[in-house]
């Protein structure tokens, strides 16, 4: 059988689920199973409940049609994610395309340090948390600034982003959840045409791969994501380094720049924040430096 290429013998739901899981075990696709029950709800418009409640459920003609080709584009590399144009995040279904970066459960830990400093509803510390005004820089498929505009009803969310395919996806998706009012969108390289000390908290996953790195990095992710987003230059600190001094210029006194980083590069970016305060780096669920924050100090030095 040629790579990439999956036959469905039988067309009842419970064996097409096993000899899709064994078709893309076969490929070397990780997690043969969560792949291949994905991709059958997929093609089948259900849950994973009704997935496993109805093994003799006979597919249509159509239904296998679609199994067949998204078993066939994952075996060939294609992230499960674009094939269903899918992705969870914070709670939210958001639609993803190749113009973005699939979001990532290690990016939550971003929302949770901007939420420990702006904390929403009643656990407001005081009356500015209320109107506490965000920029979310680089906002891909709007996943980050979504996830705010949800979870502090009373912020002012900005978001801006280079492309416009993937403004187009962040604008769909904050229509998608009812949050087109919540976010003003900007067409722009990271904070190009933003005020001057007029954001509370600057927030960004950036591209923090290094070109050296790139061996290191997903075939699939190297295949199929937006380079520009995955990778910085050489180094991985180049948008960083660009964004640090623009956060500071578009920053309030005392207020906060979060992003998301690597291990790889953590101990460099610490030492690219001379000036700012409680600089503090936290580790994900894996114990690898992720998210760091650094606040911009009341009084400048001349």
Not at 66 to 84: M, N, V
Not at 98 to 116: F, G, K, M, S, Y
Not at 131 to 137: A, E, L
Not at 235 to 257: C, D, H, N, S, Y
Request: net charge negative.
């Amino acid at each position: 059988m040629p790579l990439g290429t999956v036959t469905i013998s039988a067309v009842l739901l419970g064996q097409s689920l096993k000899t899709g899981i064994e078709s893309l075990a076969a490929t070397d696709v990780p997690s043969p199973r969560m792949n291949a029950e994905l991709l059958l709800m997929f093609a089948l418009g259900c849950d994973r409940a009704y997935l496993y409640g109805h093994p003799e459920r006979q597919l249509t003609a159509r239904e296998e049609a679609i199994y067949e080709k998204a078993l066939a584009d994952r075996s060939r590399g294609i992230p499960a994610q674009y094939i269903t144009g899918h992705q969870e995040f914070w709670g939210m279904d958001l639609i993803v395309t190749p113009a973005v970066l699939i979001p990532r459960p290690e990016t939550e830990h971003v929302i949770e340090r901007v939420l420990e400093l702006c904390p929403p509803g009643d656990e407001r510390r005081s009356p500015e948390a209320e109107s506490c005004r965000i920029v979310d820089v680089g906002t891909g498929s709007g996943c980050i600034s979504l996830a705010l505009a949800k979870a502090l009803p009373h912020a002012e969310l900005h978001a801006t982003e280079i492309s416009e395919a993937a403004l187009e996806i962040a604008r769909a998706n904050a229509a998608r959840h009812q949050l087109e009012n919540r976010i003003c969108f900007h067409r722009c390289d990271l904070l190009a045409g933003m005020d001057a000390e007029s954001f509370d908290i600057v927030v960004s996953n950036p591209p923090y791969v290094g070109q050296s790195e790139e061996e290191e990095v997903q075939l699939e992710v190297r295949k199929f994501e937006p380079g520009s987003a995955v990778f910085a230059g050489p180094t991985g600190l180049e948008v960083i380094e660009r964004l640090i001094p623009e956060a500071w210029r578009v920053l309030k006194r005392q207020g906060w720049m979060v992003l998301e980083i690597s291990g790889t590069i953590a101990s460099r970016v610490r030492g690219s924040l001379r000036g700012w305060e409680n600089v503090h780096i936290a580790n994900d669920l894996r114990l690898i430096p992720r998210v760091l924050s650094a606040k911009k100090p009341d009084r400048l030095k001349s």
